[in-house]
């Protein structure tokens, strides 16, 4: 993976007798014969170490970088020229606004001042860079489960909310039928109870100036409007 601060260091073992700071200070120019086999770029760096990174222990706390570093193994040089102190190095008020090239040549100024090669400071990089990848594709292989996970839970219940759902609509079928059943049957009886009191009617009528046997047709049932669904 390309990062663009790479493009401040490139590391060129030097030749006998000369420092890594003159080596470095060609950063940007393509070397010739025997320098250009002897050039190590950013990717050579890369690939010297190995990946991907190794996490000896869990990560409690994702967005404690600290702790990502610390469970990746990567601790802080005894020399404390870490890729964060050359990136606040390269924030610092008296060199921020110049250009490029005068802070790499303060930069690398320092590290040979202080005895520490520029590609010590790369390998930090690299390292914590691919802790960084690595760890965010443990949580992205984490959220894949999760999700993969969840995905089979909720067609579980999705499967049961359907049957629970065709035996609610069942009941409430079964319950709606029983009251239609029911309803039918009291107008039966009520058609029964008119011909009853007719014929009790019919008998008193002989008797009687007024007739005191309600005879009363029963009403039409009323039938319940369904609705919809």
């Avoid at 921020?96 to 690398?108: A, C, D, F, H, Q």
Wanted: proline content about 6%; aromatic content about 6%.
């Amino acid at each position: 993976m390309s990062k663009k601060w790479y493009s401040y260091f490139v590391s060129v073992d030097p030749p006998a007798g000369e420092s890594d700071l003159g080596a470095a200070k060609n950063v940007g120019q393509p070397s010739t014969g025997e320098g250009a086999d002897a050039a190590r770029t950013v990717a050579d760096i890369a690939a010297s170490l190995n990946p991907p990174a190794q996490f000896q222990q869990t990560v409690t706390d994702p967005t404690s970088f600290d702790q990502i570093y610390a469970a990746a193994d990567i601790p802080t040089p005894a020399h404390g020229f870490t890729i964060f102190k050359i990136a606040d190095m390269l924030k610092s008020e008296h060199i921020r606004s110049l250009s490029v090239e005068i802070k790499r040549s303060s930069v690398l100024l320092a590290l040979d001042a202080a005895g520490v090669k520029v590609q010590e400071v790369i390998e930090d990089a690299v390292k914590r860079d691919r802790a960084l990848d690595t760890f965010e594709a443990v949580q992205q292989r984490a959220l894949d489960q999760l999700e993969a996970r969840k995905s089979e839970d909720n067609q579980k219940l999705q499967q049961e909310a359907d049957r629970v759902l065709n035996e609610l609509r069942t009941k409430i079928q079964s319950n709606s039928d029983e009251v239609t059943k029911e309803r039918e049957r009291l107008q039966t009886w009520r058609l029964q109870k008119h011909k009853e009191e007719q014929r009790i009617a019919d008998a008193v009528r002989p008797f009687v100036t007024e007739n005191p046997i309600t005879t009363n047709a029963p009403a039409a049932p009323v039938v319940p409007v369904k609705k919809p669904g």
